[in-house]
């Protein structure tokens, strides 16, 4: 009997810490990129003196915002980068890469409240030593603290075929 492909997808294996946890170091390079720059681009444009100390050669860069407008900025970044990918396609580029995706429990797409949500339980997860994310080798479903507080969950997709 022809499978649909909601059986096909709900048959999908649940993604594991250590791919889960390869998928992050792949997007941390380019979320290191997102963050780096743009704040590299305004400290030139912002600091018009560069005062050097003479001796041991420390550079005095005035600082372009408050702290908190830049932990802002560090979060609204990190949270748009995955919410717009975990909405639109399921997967990051570094999920790509590990063969990963996440899909709302419901079927299809995560929603933009369960993107968030997920995000920030997700950062939650994180914090904790990852305890967050060690929590899938007890959990009976193989979810992550961000996976059940959002109801969604992440799947490893099979390997595309050579024709």
């Known amino acids: ?25 792949y997007d941390a390079f380019l979320l ?5 720059v743009p704040l590299f681009i305004a400290t030139a444009l912002l600091s018009s003196t560069m005062k050097l100390q003479n001796g041991n050669v420390a550079h005095d ?18 949270v748009t980068f995955y919410c717009y990918f975990w909405r639109t396609s399921g997967q990051t580029l570094g999920m790509q890469a590990w063969r990963i995706r996440v899909d709302s429990n419901a ?21 904790f030593a990852g305890l967050g994310y060690w929590w899938i080798w007890w959990d009976s479903r193989h979810a992550a ?3 059940r507080a959002s109801d969604t969950h992440v799947v490893v997709l099979p390997k595309q075929k050579n024709n």
Request: with cysteine; hydrophobic share 55%.
């Open 1 to 25: 009997m022809p499978q649909t492909p909601n059986d096909e997808i709900a048959a999908l294996p649940v993604a594991g810490v250590l791919r889960r946890c390869a998928a992050l170091i």
């Open 145 to 147: 603290w961000h996976d």
């Open 61 to 78: 860069l005035p600082s372009i915002a408050p702290k908190p407008i830049i932990l802002f900025y560090i979060a609204a970044v990190i």
């Open 107 to 127: 079927g299809g797409r995560a929603s933009w409240r369960q993107c968030l949500l997920r995000s920030a339980v997700g950062f939650c997860s994180l914090l």
């Open 32 to 36: 290191f990129g997102l963050l780096v």
